[in-house]
């Protein structure tokens, strides 16, 4: 289609390399500009969790009732 071969080929061609453009550059988007976006939001984000642990101190769930 985006070579224009065959009658009345030239008709459809531009739009045969629209597409062609289209999915080259969604396909660079996708492995380029989104992996570094990723990238910096990764290391952005905390690597700590929240413990759960109800004997751990640090623990926002510990259990801190006197158990005198």
């Keep these: 289609m985006a ?3 065959g009658e009345g080929a030239e008709s459809t061609a531009p739009l045969g390399r629209a597409v062609i453009g289209g999915l080259i550059a969604a396909t660079l988007v996708n492995l380029t ?9 990764q290391e952005r984000s905390s690597t700590e969790f929240a413990s759960r642990d109800p004997d ?3 623990s926002r769930y510990a259990d801190r009732r006197s158990t005198s």
Excluded: C, S, T
Excluded at 33 to 41: E, R
């Design 33 to 41: 500009v989104l992996l570094f976006i990723f990238a910096i939001v």
């Design 56 to 58: 751990d101190p640090a």
């Design 3 to 5: 070579l224009a071969l």
